[in-house]
């Protein structure tokens, strides 16, 4: 079967900026490769940390040229989803493992008009969402252990997104496969792949010596590089 494969959206982590300057951080990926600015939330209780709130991400939001892209990592999510889509999500992630009524959750998450993720932790196996994939628009994979940043990338995430990827096909869904957890130039072309649709990276971006944007424009090049490579060896063959 043949699946045209989607150039890779960038959404960098705000879990690893400087909490301390948002305004300015967020003013400088306005023009970056950025497609969409990653926003974890984190409540302490499903996750053992806790991040960034409501006022958090209006304050973001107000210069934000990207979509932002905000990530559930709370118990009882279908309580606060209109809440963070007023305060500016595009779209809103919430994990499988947090979701006893699941199908509802997603409608939900339609019915405000945004994007309907759901995310899967390590140990969760792609097959569990067989009967919702169709309704998604996103299915994050946790490429580590969530509630910190900073995290190694969990090499097994490979073979799980190719897993996916033939789980969507099979089902006709049309959700792009984001992968968050410990990407880096090393893996992001595997990923990618692998079937992987949108990468979040957070200290491989702000931690970087050259600054957030130079790495987000490396990054998007050196994918594009391996593109090419992949389209001449296949026309070689």
Known sequence: MNVTRRAPLLAPSFLAADLANLQAETERLATSAADWLHFDVMDGRFVPNISFGLPVLQAVAR????????????????????????????SITVHYEACPHLHRVVQQIKQLGCRAGVALNPATPVSLLEDIAADLDVVLVMSVNPGFGGQAFIPNTLKKVAMLKDLL???????????????????????????????????FVFSAPEGPVATLAALRAHLAALETDSLAGSRRQ
Do not use: C, W
């Open 63 to 90: 210069y934000a040229k990207q979509p932002i892209d905000v990530h559930l990592m709370i118990e009882e999510p279908q309580h606060y989803l209109a809440a963070f889509r007023d305060a500016g999500a595009s």
């Open 169 to 203: 096909l099979d089902t006709g869904s049309d959700a792009l496969i984001e992968v968050d957890g410990g990407v880096n130039m090393g893996n992001a072309g595997p990923l990618v792949e692998a079937g992987a649709d949108v990468l979040v990276a957070g200290n």
